[in-house]
Each structure stands twice: as C-alpha cells, then as structure tokens.
C-alpha cells in the first residue's frame, strides 16, 4: 500500500496544525501509523491521495447512514447553495428540518438548530441550569459529550485513546459542579441521588454510550435515571448525538421507550454537515433566549446548506424504515465474522452491539462500564487495525469506538470485510 502523499501532507500539516490534524484521535498516534488523508467518498467507499480505496466504517463518525455523497442528498445541497451558502437570518428550511425531527422524536416539543455537538451540549447543559436555578451536572465515566470545560471529566473517545483523563487548560473552578459516576451502575446512582439531588440541574447520559466503544445500558439503568430524575425535578438530557436516527428513527428513546426532557443531537440530522441541534419539552426550551434569559446563539445556526442536507436524509430515513433493518442486519454478519474469527484463533474477544453500531473489545470479560473497557488489550487492537487498514478496511485508529453500518454497503463489502477480519486475526 502506497502512502507516499499522505505521508508527505501529515509532516507539512505538523508544521502549522497542531499534531497535523484538527481532531486528536485523526492522529493514528494510538496505532502508531501515518493517518491516510482522504481525496474523495462515494457510498461505501473513501480513497485516500495516494489512491488507495477503503470499504468505510467511521462514516465520518455516524452520520453517514446513507452512504457518502448520496445522490439526492448531493442534488438538494447543489440546489441550495445555488441560493446562497449563508444568511445568518431565518429560512423555511429551518422550520421543515425541526418539524420532522418533532414528529420523529415525542420528547421534543420545541428544537434549537445550533453548529456542533459540543454546541448542542453545551447549550442544553446551561438550559438545564437555568430553568432549575441549579448549578451540578452529572455526568457517566467514558460517555463523551463534546468538548466544552465543564463536560471534561472521565470522558471517552480521543481522551481514552490519548490516554488523557482531563484536559489542561480547565480551570478547577469549570468543573466542580459536575459529578461523575460510573456508567450502569445503579446502586452509586442512587446513592449520588442521595446526596446531592437537591443540587442537580440535569443528569446527561449517552443512552447507548459510544465513546468507550459501544456499550448497552444494562436492563433497568436508563429507567432508575428517568424515575430519579422525576422525583426530584433533575433535567434528563439524552446525549443522541450517536444514536440518533441511528439506532431507531426516533433514537434510542424510541427503542428504549424511555422519554428524556431534553435531547441533543449531531450531525446525522445534517446529512453529516456541521450542524447539532438540542431540543424538549415546550416549557424547558421556553427559557430560551428571545422569549426567556437564558442566551444562546450562533450566526451559523440553521445553515441552509446543511438544512438542506439534512431534511432530505431524515426524509429519506423516514420513508424508507426498511434502511434501518438492513443495516442492523449487515452489523449482525460482522458481528459473527469478528466472533468466529476471535474463537478460531483463540483470541479473547468480546463485541458489543446496538443495531447498526458495534465495537470489538480485546478482552475476555464483558464490557458494561469504563473500568472493563478500559481492561482491553490496546496492542492486539493495533495489530488488527494495522492488518485491517492493509485489507483495504478503513475504521477508526482507536479500541474506544464503534464501527457505523450504512446503507451503501452491499454484500460485497460485508464479504471482503468478514475476509479482512479473518486474514487480521490469522496474523494476531
């Protein structure tokens, strides 16, 4: 495999980004390899400068259910910037796009369209806060929800992978209202509950956490936190920001049957464009600014672009619920490849899955929580991954994420990736 281009661009990126990219765990720095910079995508498949082409299984971490460069997702972006790429004023395309994700989602009653994940947080966070007139937060060791200075505590993805349990940088003063708490573990819940529910604004949760790898919440877990956070007027937000219209259409909510009060979600709801957007019920989001005190805003926010892009996949997802079934049924063939394999060659492996989400832990033991995520062994990782890369499989250079299903991809990629797995195991 040729990376002569890449490797040229990642020393000339060194000289002036920091580390070469703009998001840590782009780096390769966790498997040791130059990362392969990309030229172009289409369906299932990226190609990096080198020319070299790659089956695509991050799907720009998600959001790319359809595939890469779906057609009429394409078509609906050319038509719109044909009309101008930015306003920084209202358009209906704001209202369709936050009229579908109401319909979709019963919890969300009202929708603020922001940029970014870690914007969406964020704001949901400081709304929380203002409609309770409390100030703490708790949060889940390894569920990852952006990187704003409160949020940075026990997170996952590029922290776990850099080995990075915090960040320099946040003051101490940023971070002493959020609490911590093992993720299902509902005995320390309510015993949190116990001692500070007076004090809490809002518990925030990836239903399905994805950023320690993926990882189920136990039978019973999200159903103590909504009952706690009842009791004692506690905003539950539902960080959706992976599994929404991923996991379901209308998220793991949906396939939970468990409400939340606010809900936070990414990119995927832009056709994978900059955008997030945090939404619930009427009398929460009221708070908001113009119509309450708390301010948020943005000058981005509600781009027609990724409006645009993002109306048309919902659409697309919305009428066609058969997409959802596919994919969960291509990530169940991986699921038994990366099986099979690991007890063929006896090696220890466990892999965890939601629909068309699923990790592949090095580790013998069940992986429930951060603390057995955490017990995986990151060399066999980086050897399968380097092997994978090899076979032409592109997938996140980290143990701590998921692999994304999409509905571009066909039996072909299924076979010569269950191929891959077999090959990369036989090596480890």
């Not at 919305?318 to 690991?342: F, G, M, T």
Request: glycine letters at 10%.
């Amino acid at each position: 495999m040729n990376t002569e281009k890449s490797q040229l661009l990642f020393e000339k990126s060194r000289n002036i980004i920091p580390g070469g990219v703009n998001s840590p765990v782009r780096a390769y720095k966790s498997v040791g390899m130059t990362p392969p910079f990309i030229k172009s995508a289409q369906g299932s498949k990226i190609i990096d400068v080198d020319g070299n082409e790659y089956i695509d299984y991050v799907g720009s971490w998600g959001p790319m259910i359809l595939g890469h460069a779906h057609p009429e997702v394409v078509s609906e972006i050319k038509r719109a910037c044909e009309d101008g790429t930015s306003y920084g004023a209202p358009t209906e395309k704001e209202l369709m796009l936050a009229e579908i994700i109401i319909d979709a989602v019963p919890s969300v009653e009202m929708v603020r369209m922001v940029s970014s994940g870690t914007e969406a947080v964020m704001s949901a966070v400081r709304v929380a806060r203002g409609f309770t007139g409390r100030d703490k937060v708790l949060k889940f060791e390894g569920c990852y929800h952006g990187h704003s200075d409160g949020l940075l505590a026990k997170a996952g993805s590029g922290l776990l992978t850099t080995g990075v349990p915090d960040s320099a940088g946040v003051p101490a003063d940023y971070v002493k209202n959020t609490i911590v708490a093992p993720y299902n573990d509902c005995d320390e819940l309510e015993n949190i509950f116990k001692r500070y529910a007076n004090d809490l604004a809002a518990v925030i949760v990836e239903p399905v956490a994805g950023n320690m790898g993926v990882v189920q919440p136990k039978e019973g877990f999200l159903a103590l936190v909504r009952e706690l956070t009842l009791k004692h007027g506690v905003i539950l937000i539902f960080d959706e920001v992976i599994t929404g219209f991923r996991v379901s259409f209308k998220g793991a909510q949906g396939y939970f049957e468990i409400e939340p009060d606010m809900t936070v979600f990414g990119k995927i709801i832009g056709g994978g464009m900059p955008v997030g957007a945090y939404g619930g019920r009427k009398e929460i989001m009221s708070v908001i600014s113009p119509i309450g005190p708390v301010y948020q805003a943005g000058t981005l926010s509600g781009n027609p672009i990724a409006m645009a892009a993002g109306i048309k996949t919902l659409e697309i997802l919305r009428d066609n619920p058969h997409i959802y079934k596919s994919i969960e049924e291509k990530a169940v063939e991986l699921e038994k490849a990366l099986l099979d394999s690991s007890k063929q060659y006896g090696i220890p492996l466990k892999v965890n899955r939601m629909g068309s989400l699923l990790s592949g832990f090095f580790t013998g033991e069940d992986v429930t929580d951060l603390k057995t995520a955490m017990k995986c062994d990151v060399e066999h990782f980086r050897k399968y991954f380097r092997n994978m890369l090899q076979s032409g499989i592109y997938m996140a250079p980290s143990q701590f994420e998921a692999i994304f299903v999409s509905s571009a991809h066909g039996k072909e990629d299924i076979e010569k990736t269950i191929s891959a797995v077999d090959y990369a195991f036989s090596k480890l």
